[in-house]
Nanobody
Framework: QVQLVESGGGLVQAGGSLRLSCAAS????????MGWFRQAPGKEREFVAA????????SYADSVKGRFTISRDNAKNTVYLQMNSLKPEDTAVYYC?????????????????WGQGTQVTVSS
């Protein structure tokens, strides 16, 4: 059983930056591909970014490509999401998730474990 705890959310002005962290415990972190998803009020949860177990493969939603960067540190059992040039439409609860699949996936159904989420609010 893998436990995931997100941190780093908060309130930021448009154009600003935040770095989210997700600390994993209870499993072998390097066995899992990791993903970030987000859910805005009244909307479905959507894919943001994913990274393979080694960090050698990444995938991004078109809406964040070029602004967000996903990375991981397997020695620290942590995955990060660096968010730059934030926009009001990035406002959402951000969730990290772990997938036992070998390759990265954009579908939430391919993820086995989820964190509780961290709120990101971008003011205009």
């Amino acid at each position: 059983q893998v436990q995931l705890v997100e941190s780093g959310g908060g309130l930021v002005q448009a154009g600003g930056s935040l770095r989210l962290s997700c600390a994993a415990s209870g499993g072998t972190f390097s066995n899992y591909a990791m993903g970030w998803f987000r859910q805005a009020p009244g909307k479905e949860r959507e894919f943001v970014a994913a990274i393979s177990w080694s960090g050698g493969s990444t995938s991004y939603a078109d809406s964040v490509k070029g602004r967000f960067t996903i990375s991981r540190d397997n020695a620290k059992n942590t995955v990060y999401l660096q968010m730059n040039s934030l926009k009001p439409e990035d406002t959402a609860v951000y969730y990290c998730a772990a997938s036992a699949a070998i390759v990265v996936h954009r579908s939430s159904g391919r993820y086995d474990y989820w964190g509780q989420g961290t709120q990101v609010t971008v003011s205009s």
